[in-house]
């Protein structure tokens, strides 16, 4: 069975610290990885995208890896904004852009 | 960027009525269209995926005569709630491929209260 796992569900961190976000999957046969941003009532937007070959990739202070040995990922965050607060999703794409699982996600809140 | 918008954005409507939500994606063309639903602090969960010209594909335990899915053209897939209840209520929301590109992009959603 298809699965994505975020962890943690759900973090705190200071403004201006540094943050790791896991996701770990089963998907196959594997087509791609997304992390994607979704602030409370609105629809998730796409930080980056990874395929088998990329290891990491990043998007601003958004930097994401990927080791698919292990079928791991990670979305590290770099001095973190009080607009980072939301919720990250580790989304998977096997074998053809229909088959798409989504992770649980993890709510990160970033304070003052 | 590709955009991909949902109408209406928020919708309250009696019990046994029946509601219409309406993706469309701006500028391109989706051959594809997916339908989610997300309850509050939970991830999203896929409906169905919306076929152009057939057919929509719907995941075990969605019920398809409730859900009504209708992808009439390559920028348009509606959903209809039929005779919604409280328990339909619902942030529900949509995603549509760029077959070029194979980005995934998804709509502002679309919440649902049933009274």
């Known amino acids: 069975k298809n699965q994505v796992e975020q962890s943690p569900q759900s973090l705190i961190i200071l403004e201006g610290k540094n943050c790791t976000l896991q996701?770990?999957?089963?998907?196959?046969?594997?087509?791609?990885l997304r992390w994607y941003k979704q602030d409370t009532g609105r629809g998730p937007v796409s930080l980056t995208i990874?395929?088998?070959?990329?290891n990491t990739k990043s998007n601003g202070r958004y930097t994401a890896t990927l080791d698919a040995d292990t079928k791991q990922s990670s979305l590290h965050i770099t001095a973190s904004q009080l607009s980072d607060s939301a919720s990250y999703i580790c989304?998977?794409?096997?074998?053809?852009?229909?088959?798409?699982?989504f992770g649980t996600g993890t709510k990160l809140q970033v304070i003052p | 960027g590709a955009v991909v918008s949902q109408h209406p954005s928020r919708v309250i409507c009696k019990s046994g009525t029946s509601v219409k939500i309406e993706c469309r994606s701006l500028?391109?063309?989706?051959?594809?269209m997916f339908w989610y639903r997300q309850f509050p602090k939970q991830s999203l969960m896929l409906m169905a995926t919306?076929?152009?010209?057939?057919?929509?594909?719907?995941e075990q335990g969605v019920e398809k005569d409730k859900f009504l899915i209708n992808h009439a053209s390559l920028t348009l897939s509606t959903l209809t709630v039929t005779s919604a209840h409280p328990e339909d209520s619902s942030f529900y929301i949509c995603?549509?491929?760029?077959?070029?590109?194979?980005?995934?992009?998804f709509g502002e959603g679309s919440r649902l209260t049933v009274l």
């Open positions: 919306s076929n152009e010209g057939s057919k929509a594909t719907y």
């Open positions: 500028d391109f063309q989706a051959t594809t």
């Open positions: 996701c770990n999957y089963t998907v196959s046969p594997f087509s791609n």
């Open positions: 989304v998977v794409t096997a074998g053809g852009y229909q088959k798409v699982t």
């Open positions: 995603s549509a491929w760029t077959g070029s590109t194979g980005e995934l992009f």
């Open positions: 990874m395929t088998f070959s990329e």
